[in-house]
Structures are given as structure tokens and as C-alpha cells.
């Protein structure tokens, strides 16, 4: 038995060794396609559902792996939250997102504005105004056209310092959405805290509306408190006709999902975007 036991151990021991390897090598990975270009933004508009026309972009990042094809956030972003690289992706992402909005500007299109989604490690860093300030001035852009997203568990991770920067966010005039709303624990508190421009009913709530009955009690409670509050709603994770009558219903007009658009690469979504200036 002892010897059972010990081999078991051993057993263990070797697929802890392996994931551990995997997850280092994965690590590396993610440095090199940081550095290397390998990372990608796809952008989805988000639309006002009565008229089609796009009011806003959310980038989303890809990894696009040498050998591995096209990874998504799923794959990485947690890895590079645990190992400190997620303020490198971040920093590369919120460069990336407006050098392509500039870009669009230039060819004569514009978006409205560009979603950027960032991690609790970027808020408790407080260079992250500064920094934001420096890309909009390099870029010549309006500190409106670019909307931060984060979550409730964002600020709730260290709320002092994430409010500081939150205020210092806001005094440039770069706009907040609060992500995945009612997913978190204390939504009410933050709304009053945060006092963001938008709020993103997450997708949970609007996948069975108007099936469930709940859930459009909820969904309307939440445009009730925000059109209180003046602040704009956008329902994420639209797929159907039936979805989208039902949110015009309730004038809930922006929208965003899959039945707009899934998200796609910069070139292609520019023919969607509106002419500027
Ligand atoms: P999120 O911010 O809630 O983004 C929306 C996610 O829902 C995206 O997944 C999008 O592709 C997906 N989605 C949009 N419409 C629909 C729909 O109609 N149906 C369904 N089933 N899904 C839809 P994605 O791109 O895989 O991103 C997942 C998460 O990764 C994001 O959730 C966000 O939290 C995170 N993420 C993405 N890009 C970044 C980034 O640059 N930085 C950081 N820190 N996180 C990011
Ligand atoms: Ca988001
Ligand atoms: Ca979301
Ligand atoms: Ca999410």
C-alpha cells in the first residue's frame, strides 16, 4: 500500500509538473506576442437598434497564436492577470484601439467612440490617467471619443485607489461603462459611486428575455434606474429579432450582439461606420 501510494504521488506529481510547465510556457508565449505583434483587436459596434446606425465600438482582443490559430480573451487574459502582464496587454491595447481610431477618422470614418476593456491591476495603477492623457493627445483625439469598460469587481478589488483614478478618468472627459451589470454583488452601491456614462446589462439577462418572465422584470428595472440616473444603457449579447423588438419595447435602443455583427477586424467594419467628418 505504501508503495501504491507512493506511486500515486509520483503520478500527481508529474501532471502538476506538466500543467505548471504548460502554464509557464504560455507565459512566455504571451510576452513574445505582446512584444511581437501577434495580439489583434477585433472591434463590434454597438447599435442604436431603431436605425442601424453605429454609435459605438467595443475592441475586443485576439491572440493570434504562431501554431495555435486564433485564441481568444478566455484563453489568456486570466493568465495575464495572475502573472502581472495584464498592464502590458493593456497599455498595448488602449495604443492599439486609438491608432485605429485615428485611422478611421483619416479615412474619412468614424465610430462614435471606442470601448476599451480594462483589468483591476490598470486601476489601482495611478500613472493610468497620465498615460491615457498622453495617448489621446499623441493620437489628437476628444477625451469622449474613447469609453474605459469595467466591472463592478474591478473597483470593488482595492475601491480607494480604483476611485482616485476612476475621478482622475473622468476630470480628462474619458467616458466610463460599467461592464456585465448585474453580475456583480452590490451593482446599486457603484452606480452611485461611479456615476458612469453607460451601463452593459450583461448578456445572462437578455439571452431568455421575452421567454422569462424575471428576467424582463430585470431588464426593465435596470433602464428604469438608469434613465433615472441619466445614464445610457446598452444590452449586450443581442442574437435575435425577438430580443431586439422587445429592448425597442422597453427603449432600450442601443444595442449590441451577434445579430448586428459579430466582433471583426478594424477594415471590416469600417465600411459599417458612419462618414466623418
Ligand atoms: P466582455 O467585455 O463582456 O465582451 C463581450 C464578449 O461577448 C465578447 O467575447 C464578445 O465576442 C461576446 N459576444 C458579443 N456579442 C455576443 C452575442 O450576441 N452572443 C454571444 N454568445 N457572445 C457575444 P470575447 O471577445 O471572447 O471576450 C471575452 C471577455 O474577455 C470580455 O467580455 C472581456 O471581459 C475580456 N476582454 C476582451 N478583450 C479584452 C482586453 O483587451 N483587455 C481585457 N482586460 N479584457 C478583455
Ligand atoms: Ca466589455
Ligand atoms: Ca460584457
Ligand atoms: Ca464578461
Redesign the pocket.
Known sequence: AKQDGRARYAFYEAHLDAALAERMELERELAEAIRGNQLVLHY?PIVDAATGVVRAV????RWQHPTRGLL???AF?QVAEESGQ?RE??AW?LEAACQQLSRWKSQGRHPGSVA????ASHFRDQRLPEQLHELIQVHALAPGELTI?LTESTVMSDSEASMKTIHALRDLGIELAV??FGTGYSSLAYLKLLRPKKLKID?SFVRDVPGDHDDCVLVRAVLGLAHALDIEVVA????TEVQRQFLLGEACTLQ????YS??IPAHDLALRLNAWP
Open positions: 463590434q467595443e475592441a475586443l482582443v481568444y480573451p478566455g487574459i495584464i496587454l493593456g491595447t476599451v476593456n480594462l483589468s469598460e461592464d456585465d448578456r449586450e449579447g443581442v442574437e449590441q450582439g451577434y445579430l459579430k466582433p
